[in-house]
């Protein structure tokens, strides 16, 4: 892996694994590689684009790969499949190639990485640890899916960290592929204004390369400061509702207002 690419060679997967693959580079799907051919994830499933109810929903389902209509012998997941499901590896991947998300890097790698959704500046749990969340979620699921709030990138995050979000109203989203989609056009609308304090094309290109970074940087799960660790159960313990919503660093899940999926 490196600055340009996080593709790795399947036979150096390792359970516990974060990993992705590109739909046609539009987005990356997400999930934890739990061993013996087997990654557990987090979908929105197909019919079920609850993420943005704008035309970006017609993008994402576009530019999936096309499975096929026989059910995968290897494995429960099929194109019905939503919510906490667990398939086979090719069935994940679904015809493209794995990608390893990257923890605990360094600022200028962080940064210089073009694309979110990638790498955090987290640190991670133990391989056993990041299997046994993600199984335990596997069993009794990660609230409604929502592409800006509880995405399959969130899901893998959260199976390696532990870590939550306090404040689920926040505008700010923790996944960074979607403040790649958020933030590249709102670092192109606060560049415009400032065309009247610089020079040329290259000065308003580095504003909007600056506002990009500073968004990558504040979404971050390794660098908020509204963000808890919470442990598998503590969590499940509020669902049937979209997430947890924490009081404070020490206090435990507390349950929201019903949302249904």
């Not at 929105?44 to 209509?69: C, F, H, I, Y």
């Not at 009794?140 to 929502?146: E, L």
């Not at 989203?173 to 192109?188: E, I, K």
Request: proline share 4%; charged share 15%.
């Amino acid at each position: 892996m490196g600055l340009l690419s996080n593709r790795i060679d399947r036979s150096s997967l390792k359970a516990g694994d974060h990993i992705y693959s590109w739909r046609a580079y539009v987005y990356a799907h997400h999930g934890i590689y739990i061993g013996d051919n087997k990654v557990i994830h987090f979908t929105r499933g197909r019919g079920q684009e609850v993420g943005t109810g704008t035309v970006l929903d017609v993008l994402l389902v576009s530019s999936e790969p096309k499975r096929s209509e026989v059910p995968c012998p290897a494995c429960a997941y099929n194109q019905e499949g939503h919510g906490v499901v667990s398939s086979c590896l090719e069935c994940f991947l679904a015809g493209g190639v794995v990608y390893r998300f990257e923890y605990s890097v360094t600022p200028p790698l962080f940064l210089a990485k073009a694309r979110g959704g990638t790498c955090t500046l987290a640190g991670t749990d133990p391989d056993e640890t990041v299997i046994h969340r993600a199984t335990y979620l596997l069993n009794n699921g990660f609230g409604c899916y929502n592409l800006f709030k509880n995405n399959c990138e969130d899901f893998a995050i959260y199976c390696k960290t532990g870590l939550l979000v306090v404040n689920q109203g926040t505008s700010i989203t923790r996944s960074g592929q979607a403040v790649s989609f958020v933030s590249g056009p709102l670092a192109a609308v606060l560049s415009s204004p400032l065309r009247l304090v610089t020079t040329n094309i290259y000065g308003m290109t580095a504003t909007a390369i600056g506002v990009y970074c500073a968004s990558r940087w504040a979404a971050d799960i390794g660098t908020r400061r509204d963000v808890v660790k919470l442990e598998v159960e503590e969590l499940t313990a509020s669902l049937p509702i979209s997430v947890a919503q924490v009081v404070n660093a020490s206090a435990h899940a507390l349950v929201a207002p019903p949302v249904h999926c």
